[in-house]
């Protein structure tokens, strides 16, 4: 049963087009039912037909990471399959229907008739072959994003792991050590020290913490302990191992100790060095608590503004230096891993540009993770940041083999990449470069051997 002139006149992609064209379509065109899940066509089958959508839902797929994924979703007068002035030769993934859908396919061979009697349609037909390509820009994009982010992943979480479990171990510690202060304060409390010494202990610690840390040689170390040890052992203050280590990593020098020990009576001296020494390893934990979090803390306002920035389309004002230290920062454990050496040459009240922070976090990530992947072990990267009257030059240089001349000229080419199968797609180049490009700004590669320089330019306005 054929479709109808009414029934196609409702297709928004029809809409108010001749008599003569419709009633062609009826005639030339197939009528095709689909039941649910039923395939329109399948991934490799020749592109010969065009399919108008009459009634019901249409899924096509691509694959991405080995995994299906919905590409499109095409509902009543919507068009797929193969277009007019398309270069497809083959359906790049598999289409079915989700309800019961109603679809009129038409063969590539009778196109050019199809086209002759109506111009407008032609037009319709090419705007959804715009509109497809944007489509695929934004799933190539998706999956440079997917692609960038499982890179970033394992980091993220070795990066969060360290200072969490920094934070478990001392908490765990410190609780241990509290309640051997509380045991220290009431034998002392219990003993017949008086005010002015407890005011003299206090005193004493506030020295101590006030004291600039020295960093000590492993051999400077253990002569210090060696003389802490001697002197505790000789005056039997116990605990002489761990009071040496405590107040060597305090950075007091063992003469404040001998005058200080002066001060107090064989009785309370244990309780007295014991309070002291737990004090310190208190105020040591809490700090080393402070830190870790605040490590967290860092890590998490990096991954927030790397992340959500690129929810909005719009321009506004980006200071490039962030970015860049936000990508680095997600970058980290790579950098450390091969013991990089990074080099930050930023001019300083650097002017902001006009531009999408979360697209140009996208470059930083193609382009950074590039050269760390380029440099050895121990490798150098320099990143040059200054303005220009016009804009923003920024160099990121790195010390690995280079680029040889015969693929120099492909390096910012779609999908042609010279990692090995499964570490690299062959997009983040050719992502960088459209963002760029959005942005009015150009993007360079200049390499020799031994070293290899991405040049980008972004200017102040955007056209």
Known sequence: MQFSIKELQNLSILKNLPAKLLSWLINKGKRVDLSIDEFMFDKGQPSDFMFIIVSGKIQRYEKIANQLVVADVYTKGQVTGMLPYSRMTHYPGPALAKEISEVLKIDKKDFAEMLSLSEIFGQRLIAEMSNRVRGGVRMEQQLEKMTSLGRLSAGLAHEVNNPASAIHRTASILKEVFAKQIENSSRLARSNINVKEI????????????????????????ELEDSFYEFFESNKIKDASDLSRIFVESGIDLGHIENFAKR??????????SLIANNLEINTMLTEIINSSKGISELVSSVKFYSHMDQSLEYKEVDVRVGID?????????????????????????????????????????????????????GQIDIDVRDTTLGIEIKIIDNGIGIPDEIHDRIF????????????????LDIAQRIIKAHSGQIEGRSEEGQTEIFIFLPFQTN
């Open 264 to 273: 107090f009576n064989k009785e309370v001296i244990n309780e007295v060095f």
């Open 199 to 222: 005011s003299v202990i206090e005193d004493f610690i506030q020295v101590i913490k006030n004291i600039e840390k020295v960093h000590f040689t492993p051999l400077q170390r253990n």
């Open 326 to 378: 936000n990508t680095l920062r997600m970058l980290d454990y790579k950098i450390k891993q091969k013991a990089i050496q990074l080099r930050k040459n930023y001019q300083e009240n650097l002017q902001s540009i006009q531009g999408n922070a979360g697209q140009l976090n996208q470059v930083w990530t193609n382009v950074l993770d590039n050269a760390i992947d380029a440099v050895d072990k121990k």
């Open 413 to 428: 080419d779609a999908f042609f990449t010279t990692k090995d199968i499964g570490k690299g797609t062959g997009l983040g």
